[in-house]
């Protein structure tokens, strides 16, 4: 897989080089030391094939792991001590101990690492200390999930290192914790659940309240993943990701006013949004709007994308995509342009923006010939346009979080 990256302000590792075990165990070797049983562990990013922001409202989403990754190389230790080294954050080392009370700290990154300790500590595993080694061929802060990557990565180590199991629902709702109580993200739970349960080959579509999960094949004779990075993140124009889950609140209130059975835009229909139209500010309207809309779309692409109806499923990702650019107000120009320009190229079904916005990546399907034009047309065409070199690749559904060693 071609994924690239030469700027240096984007700490990553270039994929297929680099993630050979024996290097990771070299660069461990050469962190810490080589002796022990060394134990190597691989989580995936994700990409989102469509289901914006709907995972807070209790809705449903359509992940699929991605071959982009995290590796995490550890090591049992004989104290209670954990140390965590990544390679995207050289010279820092994050250290803490299991028999105090964890603490958030400096580095922001580590508090990803020590809010998973923390959960699992709380949730009352007898962890063991670890030291550990992050890499990642996953771009860090692109909409592909390198927080839930990281986070996985950790759970699973500290499971392997302390003899220990845990039921995988399980997991991804403690680092979901970690991520709310320590990085201070309100994340819905798609991210740890697909990067800790993803299916080779499949897309998963994932109830975000019951956690039920149906796993939809990906035909690859039939169908590309490409994806494509702005290689830009703004500073939020119209207000944060807590700033949309507080607007989606007041519109629940709104619906459960007449509909006591309400309790998250997932339970409102269409018709119930169009009756609570004149009761609702334009604003939330908007954004209720774009997320009652986004729960069907994300059901229907499922059932649509099963049944092998890919012209269908194209045309409800770039509705998707207007819906997050028009009412919920979360794409930026460089995710519109790459769009637009994805629509552009022949055997293109589809493309939107996919993360939570204002910058990362777009997701586009595509007929298998098509990838390798299409990733040309948006490097020559954004190039052109931002002065910016995006990185575009494609790749296949991956498996979830496993220990390769
Ligand atoms: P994403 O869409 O990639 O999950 P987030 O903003 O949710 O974006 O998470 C990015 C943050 O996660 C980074 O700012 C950093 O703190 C942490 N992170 C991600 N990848 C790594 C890594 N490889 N090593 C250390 N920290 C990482
Ligand atoms: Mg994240």
Redesign the pocket.
């Known amino acids: 897989m071609a994924y690239l990256d030469p700027r240096p302000s984007h700490p990553?590792i270039p994929c297929a080089m680099a993630q050979s075990t024996d290097e990771l165990k070299s660069l461990f070797a050469k962190t810490f030391s080589s002796d022990g049983r060394i134990h190597v562990i691989r989580a995936p990013?994700r990409v989102n094939i469509i289901g914006e922001h709907t995972d807070y409202n209790d809705g449903f989403v359509f992940p699929m792991a991605i071959e982009p990754e995290?590796r995490l190389v550890c090591r049992q230790r004989a104290d209670s001590i954990v140390r965590v080294a990544?390679?995207?954050?050289p010279g820092q080392m994050v250290e803490f101990s299991l028999d105090k009370q964890i603490e958030r700290a400096e580095?922001?990154?580590g508090?990803?690492v020590r809010g998973v300790a923390a959960e699992m500590l709380k949730a009352g595993l007898p962890l063991a200390g670890m030291d550990a080694l992050?890499?990642?061929t996953?771009?860090?802060?692109?909409?592909?999930?390198?927080?839930?990557?990281?986070e996985i990565s950790m759970a699973v180590g500290l499971l392997v290192v302390g003899g220990l199991e845990l039921e995988i629902s399980r997991m991804a709702l403690l680092c979901q914790r970690a991520?709310h109580e320590y990085?201070l993200?309100p994340?819905g739970i798609m991210?740890q659940t697909i990067v800790s349960g993803g299916r080779e080959g499949h897309a998963m579509l994932l109830d975000c309240r019951s956690l039920d999960k149906q796993f939809i094949p990906i035909n690859p004779n039939d169908l590309r993943v490409v994806i494509c990075n702005t290689m830009v993140k703004h500073e939020l124009p119209t207000g944060d990701y807590a700033t949309r889950l507080k607007e989606c609140q007041e519109g629940v209130a709104v619906f459960a006013k007449d509909h006591p059975g309400v309790k998250a835009l997932r339970d409102v229909s269409l018709r119930q949004l169009e009756e609570a139209k004149d009761k609702l500010p334009q604003l939330i309207y908007r954004r209720c709007r774009h997320v009652i809309g986004e729960n069907h779309r994300c059901t229907e692409t499922a059932k649509l994308l099963g049944r092998q109806e890919y012209e269908d499923v194209g045309k409800l990702m770039v509705q998707s995509h207007n819906s997050l650019r028009d009412d919920y107000q979360v794409s930026c120009a460089e995710l519109d342009f790459l769009v637009a320009e994805a629509m552009n190229v022949k055997g293109v079904y589809g493309a939107r923006m996919t993360?939570?916005g204002f910058g990362?990546c777009i997701v586009a399907l595509t007929q298998p010939r098509a990838a390798d034009a299409l990733q040309a047309h948006l490097k020559k065409t954004y190039k052109a346009k931002f002065h910016i070199d995006p990185v575009a690749f494609v790749t296949t559904a991956t498996a979830g979080a496993s220990v390769l060693e």
């Open positions: 990553y990013g995290v990544s390679s995207a954050y580095p922001t990154w508090n990803y992050m890499t990642n996953l771009p860090v802060g692109s909409g592909l999930s390198s927080s839930a990557a990281i991520e990085a993200m994340s991210d993360g939570a990362g």
